[in-house]
């Protein structure tokens, strides 16, 4: 029997006493393995999170909901455009702009759109 390497590791001798590899323990080397693989693209894919999105819209710009426009402001329906929310009969737009009622609600007047 030649020499081994220096480093090498040393097989173990096969007698009568060695017990055979059992053929479930692969299956559940492989079990394992897919279940850690499965695992790891899930977290990948979690990792990646959502896409970033769109900034909001701000005063006076196009939107088609309330989702659309920045904190704080709300879509006008009529004109499809961002506005800021204000109490009827306040000074909240500003001194001299009044507060335009829509339903139940008031909205600060836009400039004309361009």
Request: hydrophobic residues 40%; contains cysteine; positive net charge.
């Amino acid at each position: 029997m030649p020499k081994p390497l220096p480093g090498a590791r040393k097989r173990p001798e096969i007698n009568d006493k060695t017990p055979p590899v059992s053929r479930r323990t692969g299956a559940a080397r492989r079990a394992w393995r897919s279940v850690a693989i499965w695992g790891l693209l899930m977290a990948t894919l979690a990792a990646c999170g959502e896409e970033p999105t769109a900034p909001r819209a701000r005063v006076g710009e196009g939107c088609a909901r309330n989702d659309d426009c920045a904190e704080g402001l709300a879509c006008l329906q009529t004109e499809l455009r961002c506005v800021v929310l204000c109490a009827l009969d306040s000074d909240d737009c500003g001194a001299g702009i009044a507060c335009q009622a829509a339903g139940q609600l008031g909205f600060c007047p836009l400039p004309p759109a361009q």
